[in-house]
């Protein structure tokens, strides 16, 4: 990747270099701006140190929330995930189907989370059931809709060639639509990796996480939003995005495993 | 002398409209004996594929009747093998695994797969890359992967649709003899689609020339050069010869009208 | 840590950003003076409902026209952070809870109590009448659904030595009366009329009797009191006068204005909020105990800043001057000097 030479090491040293001195940039506009504040503005954005001190004190606090939130994130990201492949199965058979089906998806997927949160506490109970499905909800029409979509993308010489072969649909689903397939379907669960930490977050402020009273991220930005703690919401926040972070990574992990011997999008720049 | 066979494929009277759409092809009739190797060409649209597909089995004829060894197309299935134009290879499958795909979906068992699949692969000079993943193959052998899995069902009849089409002419001319080569270990039936005058001629005995709007098969030129053809064949001069005439003819075929 | 050279073009950028929010952070001028008089803007803590009626009775019959004041009671809901709200200059009074203030005010937010609207707080536990709970100790390893953060949260758990679940409070009923193990926090004004007609029946723990006894108080930022004093102390005095009005007199200004700004509300309704506000002595306390609508003592301040203390929500005790002050009452209701 880099020829030998002094030129591509500095550039190489320059390009580690920049994002770190972005970043350090930024926290000092940060500053800045918070100097700026006039003192009535001050405490609505918290300095730096500020949310440092927060995530000092307040860690373990804010590790056990992460771990609660997380938790009914995963467990509704899975299920969306197995779900999704189901039903996106059952979907790719036949243009009727999908004709079918689909409305009643974009229903779902239209009607606001925020509405039929309360109904599902209603239902289920509050706590992690509630904050699974809730997440489930968020992630599941995106995954659908792409996988579905690969499904019924396939090379039109594949579907010959297999059918050539006198392949049953079985195999023609299994052993080429399926794998063909795969490439969309982690497009979608990148965007269910996205959508899952949130969903729970907000399944959280809604239906509580308290799993042995101890209540999930959501759940804290109702406390330090009405404790007016500015420095420990924005150290919320910024778990928050830790956890989607993590979220997207395992998804980018996973997807790496799958494809990245034969699909182009690891292909490297210079092949 | 050889007992009379029937003709290993017929086609009589075959008509071909998709749908509610225009004619395609209209009353085409020929016949190939074992052994032959049959080229297609003809200006755009003249129906060529179609009539591969025809024969193969993947579409209907609208009229009109296609007996391939004595059978139905689609119940002739197990006895064709169809080389298309993109090489259609699994990107997700090694070369060997695609290699075993037809055989895996009529559940060969595995030694024999594995066996069966390098035997192809030495035949188009590939062996040595059985564990490579398509995307590091170039087009060239992209495309003799996709011959060597049409070749491992032991084909009768081998239908090409522009296999060479995509690649350079000095990989085109490779192929070319290469598939002869194999031609001359397996004695299959071959049906070739082609644009390219020099290539109709150089692999083939008979070539149907078809002329478009709808297509219909406008005449027939024998190629009479012996096997094994080679390089030098391309040469000679009465291959060169019969090139600029069959051009002539497809020239003369692009002008006519419906 | 090596400090990072700033090239220079950034750090103009930067100082220039830096100027900009400094000249954008003025907060817009609070009161205008306006023909109709000084402008008030008061928040309230919810929807326009009886438990804000002494307001509404006052703006209703023309007291703070007759002092002077333009006042607009702005309503407040779920979800609405009022003292954001107050920082960033889009109210200028509000309502609260005097612990909420208090704890603020240790954190060094610029609020200060001016008044008291209810000597004690309408907020209650409310449970089944069925339910094994009769006092607060029995709430032990039971499920509430409260409003995260509130302070007498920690308060019943340290007093009666109790844990206990919570779930976000969604200010509803409905999983109240499908589940008649359900426990949930209300105000003695509201949730009870409701459950009972829905065929339910409810019993209340009045939180005031726990030994956790918020004013229910009117509060501002130091810099508005600092420019507006007068008109803040005739905005108490007029709201008292509305209170007393309210309570004592005829409600029916207040009840007209109310339910024209919230169509949900009904007579029936707010006649139940007003008889339980009496019934517990929300709004005037207790006589015997000489208490007074509108009244704040130094001595339960005191009380307020030591539960919070010994809580550990607010480090230390801190002095009552930072966070109250006693003198925008009107002088009769005002507390001895000390």
Known sequence: MSAPGTGSRLSRFARNLLPVATGVGMIVAWYAVCLGLSPDHRFLLPSPREVAQAFAEKGPTLWSAALSTGTGALLGFAMAVFLSFGLALFLSLSALVRASFYPYLMILQMTPIIVIAPILVLWVGPGLRSVTIITFLICFFPMVVNTTQGLISTDRNLVDFFRMCKATKWQEIFLLRVPAALPYFFTGLKIGATLAPIGAIVGDYIAGNSSGGQGGLGFLTIVYSSQFQMGALFATAAVGCILGFVFVSGVIALSWLALHKWHDSFSRPDT | MREEQPPIVELKGVEKRYGDGPLVLDKVSFSAERGDFVTLIGPSGCGKSTILRLISGLNPVSAGSIVVDGMEPSRAVEKLAFVFQEPTLLPWLTVAQNVEVPMRLHRTEAATRTETARRSLELVRLADHMDYYPRQLSGGQKMRVSIARALSVSPRILLLDEPFGALDEMTRDHLNEELLAIRQQLAWTAFFVTHSVAEAVFLSNRILVFSANPGRLHGEIKVDFPYPRTEETRESEPYQRLVAEVSKVLRSVERLKA | ?338
């Open chain 3, 1 to 338: 840590m090596r400090i990072l050279e700033v090239p220079r073009r950034t750090a103009v950028l930067i100082a220039a950003l830096a100027a900009f929010l400094a000249g954008c952070s003025k907060p817009a001028p609070a009161s205008p003076q306006t023909g109709g008089g000084a402008r008030i803007r008061f928040k309230t803590d919810w929807y326009p409902q009886a438990e804000h009626g002494g307001f509404y009775q006052a703006l209703a019959k023309g007291f703070y026209k007759d002092a002077g004041l333009d006042v607009d009671i702005v309503p407040g809901g779920p979800g609405v952070l009022v003292p954001q709200l107050m920082l960033s200059g889009q109210v200028d009074v509000a309502m609260g809870r005097s612990d909420d203030i208090i704890v603020f005010a240790d954190q060094g937010l610029p609020f200060v109590i001016v008044g008291a609207y209810m000597e004690h707080d309408p907020q209650a536990i409310l449970v089944h009448e069925e339910d094994t709970v009769r006092t607060f100790a029995d709430l032990n390893n039971r499920t509430i659904m409260a409003v995260p953060g509130v302070h007498w949260i920690d308060f019943l758990k340290l007093r009666y030595h109790i844990d206990f679940r919570q779930i976000p409070s969604n200010f509803g009923i409905a999983q109240f009366m499908s589940d008649t193990s359900f426990i949930q926090q209300c105000f003695v004004t509201n949730e009870p009329y409701y459950v009972r007609k829905n065929g339910g029946h409810p019993r209340t723990l009045l939180l005031s009797d726990s030994g956790y006894d918020p004013y229910r108080i009117i509060f501002t930022t130091q810099g508005f009191l600092r420019e507006h004093p007068e008109e803040v102390r005739r905005f108490i005095a007029a709201s008292i006068h509305g209170w007393d009005d309210f309570m004592n007199g005829d409600p029916s200004p207040a009840k007209e204005l109310i339910a024209a700004r919230n169509t949900n509300m009904t007579n029936e309704f707010m006649d139940y909020s007003i008889k339980a506000m009496r019934e517990a002595h929300i709004i005037s306390g207790k006589p015997e105990l000489g208490e007074r609508i509108g009244m704040m003592t130094r001595s339960r301040m005191r009380e307020q800043v030591d539960a919070l203390a010994q809580l550990g929500i607010i480090p230390k005790t801190i002095p009552l001057g930072t966070i109250v002050r006693f003198d925008f009452l009107p002088p009769e209701l005002q507390p001895a000097a000390r």
